[in-house]
């Protein structure tokens, strides 16, 4: 056999070597996007679990601040509302401050005042206690929002136990340039609850 014919069957050989590998490193990039695809997605639907969770909690405590006094009479409560990422020049939301916001609106009166830089402001006067809060809103991208709730006067005797650091949180921030994490103490549900039922 001469050497032409010994470098067209090596050429042969190395093209079937070469077509093997980019065949099974094409199946093995296949399985490992799947598999990636797959923990995105439980990923996801445990977040909106988790998210609804935090949810209905808060609703159930605020239903028991109302019950044996009203949530201006907690501090935690205005620890929650008051997180407003402009204090801290960044842009992201607290899920649970979302939460809190949302399932007190019942608990107040609503009157809309000058937007001013947000979106939305309105004066949230307690049903119960008269206490006065600033509500604003504002929209910073098609993904990110936020909204606060800030005390102007507080009327209500406080029963609930004194704000503490870092802040306990279980689903805790989403947005861009976020307050430095010290702040904040990713908990359980049951540590989470612990916290915001606290009495003095």
Known sequence: MNSYMIRKLLAKLFLSIDKTTSSVGSNSSRVLDDELQRSRNNARELSIKNRDRVYAMVKEVLNYYNTVSCQCAYPRFIQYTSIDCRDYDGTFFVLETEAFIEHAFEYFDVSKINNGEESIRSIYTCKKCKSTFEYGWSDFSIAISRAYLKPIQI???QIGAEADTPIPVVMGLCG???????????VTFDD?????????
């Not at 989470?192 to 003095?200: D, G, P, Q």
């Open 192 to 200: 989470f609850l612990a916290y915001i039922y606290e009495l003095k």
């Open 155 to 157: 009327m209500a005797i």
């Open 176 to 186: 861009h340039k976020l307050r430095t994490m010290e702040f904040y103490d990713m």
